[in-house]
């Protein structure tokens, strides 16, 4: 389905047809090109399928209304980035809040005005293409980066990279996609709790074989949004060079790689998806082969051939 959005690609969602038309017409003069659904079920399909740049919402409707429409885009990793402005005559406290809390990034009263009604969607279009410059500059340059709500974990975007990463150290739970995984959501709780108090907190650091991911907390918004930064590192040629100085096997480099960090062979096991017996008895063989007895030997002889070389 193609569209013209060079203006912008608005979805208007309202059970009154005459407030449709009205609405349709104020925004294809203005140069949007506009989609309408008359019900929030039509909404979901259009939306998910469009894409559309902002979407006007009627908060009272039959059937699914305007406070469960928002909370199914935003519960959508598809849709939960476009903004939504809540159309309503409801203005009392209770309604303005339920609109927020629902998703809505904003809300107009009726009888609407076109002209505010305008006026608020070239504000919030303004905003989405910032963001959406900034995601894809990202995308372009091939950077890992996640943005997760603190308060539930919720996924709000992420790079193809970073969704990548993700899938490879921690996989879904249950098949859930939406949220982040409980071992990534419970770092940033200690990271934000590190942040309210003054502190620094470290890095999320994952093992797999010879490679980890490292998160960052690159950005902070305690209401909205944290933004994290995944990096992989690998140890591949560290373990090529043990491997072909000492005549080493991989998993015996591995291990050695490990123990040149400071890790135990329950660690290891850990990391290597083995037992602490079985890490001893490959450790057992480097020390043969490197000609020493201790992990401290065993870890200096093998930094102290490869600086050689490296400086060689």
């Known amino acids: 389905m193609n569209f013209n959005t060079d203006a912008g690609l608005v979805l208007v969602v309202d059970d009154i047809p005459e407030n449709l038309a009205v609405l349709h017409d104020a925004l294809d003069e203005s140069g949007y090109t506009v989609l309408v659904a008359n019900n929030g079920e039509t909404a979901l399909l259009r939306a998910a399928e469009a894409q559309p740049h902002i979407i006007l919402l009627d908060a009272v409707m039959p059937g699914m209304d305007g406070f469960a429409t928002c909370r ?3 519960a959508n990793l598809a849709t939960r980035h476009i903004p939504v402005i809540f159309m309503t005559g409801l203005t009392e406290s209770e309604h303005v809040v339920a609109a927020f809390e629902a998703g809505g990034n904003d809300y ?7 002209s505010e009604v305008l006026a608020r969607i070239a504000s919030h279009l303004q905003t989405a293409r910032l963001v959406d410059q900034a995601r894809s500059a990202l995308d372009a340059f091939g950077n890992a980066v996640i943005a997760i709500r603190p308060d539930d974990g919720r996924i709000l975007w992420q790079t193809p990279l970073a969704r990548q990463l993700l899938r490879n150290y921690l996989p879904p739970e249950s098949g859930a996609t939406e949220r982040a995984p409980q071992q990534l959501q419970s770092w940033l709780a200690a990271t934000q709790q590190a942040h309210t108090e003054g502190l620094s907190h470290a890095p999320l650091t994952l093992a797999r074989g010879a ?3 490292i998160f960052s907390a690159a950005e902070y918004s305690e209401q909205t949004q944290w933004m994290v930064v995944l990096r992989e590192e690998s140890d591949a040629s560290l373990i090529d060079a043990l491997m072909s100085s000492f005549k080493l096997t991989m998993r015996e480099s591995e291990v050695l790689n490990w123990v040149i960090k400071g890790k135990t062979n329950r660690d290891i096991g ?6 602490p017996r079985t890490v001893n008895k490959h450790l057992e063989h480097v020390f043969v082969k490197l000609g020493v007895e201790t992990r ?17």
């Open 211 to 213: 490679q980890r991911l």
């Open 72 to 74: 199914h885009l935003k």
């Open 270 to 275: 850990d990391i290597l998806g083995t037992s």
């Open 296 to 312: 401290t030997s065993a870890a200096a002889v093998a930094l102290g051939k490869i600086r050689s070389a490296s400086s060689g």
């Open 108 to 114: 107009v009263t009726k009888p609407l005005r076109t």
